[in-house]
């Protein structure tokens, strides 16, 4: 549980939450030096949510507004209140399928993280791994970056690599990626709560590497 000197992370996300559930876990065992301050979802009963509520953490629906794609003036308001009022040091996107905009983005500066399943700059955008099978690409994976203007473009913190088989199927494949996502997500975010990465332009440097 987050305490009052612990590091604090607001989890934002859409859908299943299989990476927030491997982020808490890691929270718990003392893998990750932080607490889980707050967990945000645009869409009302997604698994995330019910997820950490499970685990008796503050989690909310708050309605993205109008657009599609992004959160509406009134929605990127609220987000940014929640988020600020729970007093996070560090925002971890976990599936939240929505791009951030202006001021959430001025609001959280270099404190926002998301994870990617590809290898980035390939495949960003929408369903990357059936655009790795349309490829035809022999190695894809998972990124976690830090979030900013651009879609799935920050710089970079870690990426694992996980091999498409002849016969994966969008299934198969998506699986063994989430697998490495729960690895290495925990591990990012772990790096960042214990001061260990600093940023120097596009490069992301880790102070054991
Ligand atoms: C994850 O595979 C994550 O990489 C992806 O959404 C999934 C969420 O799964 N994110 C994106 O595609 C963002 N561009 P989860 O809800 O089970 O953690």
Redesign the pocket.
Known sequence: MASEHKFRLGIL??????????IAGACASGEIPAGVALVLSDVEG???LTHARERNLPARFISPGKFRTKLDEDAERAFVGALQEARVDLIV?????RVLKGEFLRAFEGRIV????SLLPSF??????QQALDHGVKVTG?TVHFVDAG??AGPIIGQQTVPVRDHDTPDSL?QR??TA?HELYPKCVAAIARGEISVQGRRVVWKKN
């Open positions: 996300g859409s859908g299943k939450g299989s990476n927030f559930v491997a997604s698994g995330i996107l976990a599936g939240f399928m998301n994870i990617h399943p960003p955008g929408l369903a990357a791994w998972c879609v799935d998506i990626i989430h996502e």
